[in-house]
């Protein structure tokens, strides 16, 4: 069993930036694929970005470029430091681990001026 729980999610205005972090627990971390999710309103869940247990990292093509994935395995915590937001980002962000197989509660990230 794998309990996640995400923070620093909130309002932000278009162009800045935001960091997520996800602290896990319950588990050997860091032999598990994590990732980061989101889901806007009368959308269905996608994809942001994953990073395996030896940091290789893949990102949806609406992120690349802007957002960055990281983890640490001695924390047990895996991050999103999220760059140059647009309103399009807007959504609630959700981490997972083991590729779907567990999910925190998510975390509210608006964006807008």
């Known amino acids: 069993q794998v309990q996640l729980v995400e923070s620093g999610g909130g309002l932000v205005q278009p162009g800045g930036s935001l960091r997520l972090s996800c602290a896990a627990s319950?588990?050997?971390?860091?032999?598990?694929?994590m990732g980061w999710y989101r889901q806007a309103p009368g959308k269905q869940r996608e994809l942001v970005a994953t990073?395996?247990?030896?940091?290789?990292?893949n990102y949806s093509d609406s992120v690349k470029d802007r957002f960055v994935i990281s983890r640490d395995n001695r924390e047990n915590s895996v991050s999103l430091h999220m760059n140059n937001v647009k309103p399009g980002d807007t959504a609630v962000y959700y981490c997972s681990a083991g590729g779907g197989r567990w999910w925190g509660q998510g975390t509210q990230v608006t964006v807008s001026s």
């Open positions: 319950g588990t050997t971390f860091s032999i598990y694929v």
């Open positions: 990073v395996t247990s030896d940091g290789t990292t």
